[in-house]
Nanobody
Framework: QVQLVESGGGSVQTGGSLRLSCVASGDTTGCMGWIRQAPGKEREVVASIDRNGNTYVAASVKGRFTVSKDNAANTLYLEMINLQPDDTATYYC?????????????????WGQGTQVTVSS
């Protein structure tokens, strides 16, 4: 059973930066991603990375967010720069079902508890 624990969220001002981490236990050799949800909005996959290191990044954050994974440490990261108020959300780390990857929310089966990111103007 995969377990995911996120950390690194917080409150920053517009233009600030944060790095989210997700420590995983269990089999996480497949696709992993970061999904966010703001109050009253749909969940959005902001970035994912497959078993070969290929990354998928949502247009809304491209150029500002970078996803990476340290396989030795079984840890997924999300580097976020130039944060904007619209980035305010709870960010979840998740593992996709086998053999798929991308920016579709429904491919992700196992989720962490989430970490809050708040960007003030």
């Amino acid at each position: 059973q995969v377990q995911l624990v996120e950390s690194g969220g917080g409150s920053v001002q517009t233009g600030g930066s944060l790095r989210l981490s997700c420590v995983a236990s269990g089999d996480t050799t497949g696709c992993m991603g970061w999904i966010r949800q703001a109050p009253g909005k749909e969940r959005e996959v902001v970035a994912s990375i497959d078993r070969n290191g290929n990354t998928y990044v949502a247009a809304s954050v491209k150029g500002r967010f970078t996803v990476s994974k340290d396989n030795a440490a079984n840890t997924l990261y999300l580097e976020m720069i130039n944060l904007q108020p619209d980035d305010t959300a709870t960010y979840y780390c998740a593992v996709a079902r086998p053999w798929v990857c991308g920016l579709i929310v429904h491919i992700f089966e196992t989720w962490g508890q989430g970490t809050q990111v708040t960007v003030s103007s």
